[in-house]
């Protein structure tokens, strides 16, 4: 191998790299140093202020071509869940499952399984409140504690749902396009690693959370929201006081800490997230709209819809297992992708038309701009931070930089790792490790996704070194950052929507994920070493 000629842009871009990872690691926003270190590089190897002010906008630009179809399904998929709560079949789609929730374990299990599936469809961020609103007073009367409540839902939803993200595949799709590799490739081994690091965090909070646990009664659930009752008047009486001595500043939410609107209605406990730099964002679920109709006509119409979606869904499903066995034209990631976002137009037309026909242009509108709000806010912070890594790949640097076609673009990221290759061990478990840890790490974030192009980039040029598979090490370093950013060990992640819904205090419910979560992710790592 011919060695490799670093440049002062090489270096540049690795500075770049370190002071985002301490950026993440002091829980500031990434965005700004990111924009930064995507400026300085381009001028470090253009030598010009001109390419170097475009390679801000470019870089974005170029992330935005290459995700803006992950953003339109996360965008579809959420306006019809909105149009479903309009509706108010979303709460009955769930509904049956409270027969079954009689005791603890029967309600550990019920509250794991419905929010991992409607987590893999509907993203957790939009299933928590549909799972808690509904099931997490029933698991509270069955004897559930409310920290095992939010630990369940945290691990399920945030956890084993969102990091393999199979159904949507956005995290695979990032993890993949920054490794050069195919989603589907990556998308088949976060399944099985998700899986195996949800059972194993499942069973250490079974074991753990189950002294915990008591005899059925309808007094554990009057227990539970006098206290949280308790708490939120004390939480309004603070707020009143902090208002009286700070004016209006109070509503500009510039904290960067994220604030908790915490709704007054009975057990419901809706919670909406805003401000911060943690870059959650969680809809308004507020009740659904009768306008003075038909109650009984409304609600039939609900419950059509209520079965309607699920089997849909659970008929996509169907063929996309046929598909892998060869008996239907298998979909690909993207048509896939693209299948998930077309019913969920379909469907949320379909929603619209039945609830307020003489209103279905409008609302569907409507539910379509919250969509496409929801997705930018919950996305949209990626941008510019997937534009710096890009920057580091031969096959966008380019682009970014303003290149011609016949001009051979650099590749900042591979050749720093090719370089580096030589003083590190060539361990297949140490490189596993490592980029787990670099995941981990770039979770700290608090938004889930900012570090997957880091490390998928990592993982494609990793693989040929370490001899595993560049979409086993992506699969990897995505484990790291979804479980740590995604919402079950960082508390200023959409962790706290959990929390809200579960009624504990955010960051004891980050502590108690933690020695589980980490368990699972470590023996996931050492079994995607050595087997996948």
């Given at each position: ?15 770049g ?38 390679s ?26 909105g ?33 991992y ?91 753990m ?121 298998e ?35 409507e539910?379509?701009?919250?969509g ?15 534009g ?39 361990i ?31 993982a ?31 508390a ?33 790592t ?7």
């Amino acid at each position: 191998m011919q060695p490799i000629d670093l440049t002062a842009a090489h270096w540049v871009y690795l500075a770049g790299v370190i002071v985002i990872i301490a950026t993440m690691v002091m829980r500031k926003n990434i965005v700004v140093p990111a924009v930064i270190a995507t400026f300085l590089t381009a001028f470090a190897f253009s030598d010009s202020i001109v390419t170097a002010i475009a390679s801000i906008f470019n870089a974005s630009l170029v992330a935005a071509k290459e995700l803006f179809n992950i953003f339109l399904i996360i965008a579809l998929v959420t306006a019809m869940l909105g149009g479903l709560r309009q509706m108010g079949a979303d709460r009955l789609m769930i509904a049956p499952f409270r027969k079954v929730m009689r005791s603890p374990t029967s309600s550990f299990v019920v509250l794991a399984v419905v929010t991992y599936v409607i987590s893999l469809f509907f993203w957790p961020t939009p299933a928590v409140p549909l799972v808690g609103a509904v099931l997490i007073p029933v698991a509270i009367r069955a004897g559930l504690s409310p920290m095992s409540v939010g630990m369940v839902i945290a691990i399920a939803g945030q956890g084993m749902a969102l990091s393999s993200d199979y159904v949507m595949k956005v995290a695979p799709g990032i993890s993949a396009k920054a490794a050069g590799i195919d989603p589907d490739a990556v998308a088949d081994k976060s399944l099985i690693l998700s899986l195996i690091v949800g059972g194993v965090a499942f069973l250490i909070t079974f074991v753990m959370q189950r002294r915990t646990w008591r005899a059925p009664s309808a007094e554990l659930l009057t227990e539970w929201e006098n206290e949280a009752d308790r708490h939120v008047a004390t939480v309004e009486a603070a707020d009143s006081e902090a208002l009286e001595n700070s004016g209006t500043e109070a509503s500009s939410g510039g904290t960067g800490s994220g604030s908790i609107v915490r709704s007054s209605g009975g057990s419901d406990g809706g919670v909406t997230t805003t401000g911060g730099s943690t870059g959650t964002a969680v809809l308004d679920h507020g009740t659904p709209s009768d306008d003075g109709g038909n109650g009984i006509e409304r609600t039939r119409k609900a419950m059509i819809f209520a079965v309607l979606v699920p089997l849909v869904y659970f008929v996509f499903i169907a063929y996309l297992v046929l598909g892998k066995i060869g008996v239907v034209p298998e979909l690909k990631g993207g048509d896939a992708a693209a299948m998930v976002g077309g019913i969920a137009a379909l469907l949320l037309f379909a929603v619209c038309a039945a609830d307020e026909p003489s209103k279905f242009l409008e609302t569907t509108a409507e539910h379509l701009v919250d969509g496409l709000v929801f997705a930018f806010k919950a996305m949209g912070i990626v941008l510019p931070i997937a534009g710096f890594f890009l920057i580091g790949s031969a096959d966008y640097a380019g682009q970014i930089l303003g290149l011609s076609d016949d001009a051979t673009a650099p590749a900042f990221l591979y050749d720093l790792v090719t370089a580096g290759e030589a003083h590190l061990p060539n361990i297949p478990i140490f490189t596993s490790f490592g980029v787990l840890l670099v995941g981990l790490v770039a979770g700290l974030e608090g938004s889930g996704f900012s570090g997957l192009p880091l490390t998928g980039a990592l993982a494609g040029a990793l693989a040929p070194g370490s001899g595993i598979d560049p979409a086993t090490l992506a699969a990897i370093g995505q484990m790291g950052n979804i479980w740590s950013g995604g919402g079950t060990l960082v508390a200023w992640s959409s962790l706290v929507a959990v929390a809200g819904f579960a009624r504990v205090p955010v960051i004891s419910l980050a502590r108690k994920c933690f020695l589980p979560v980490i368990s699972g992710l470590i023996i996931s790592t050492v079994i995607a070493t050595y087997l996948l």
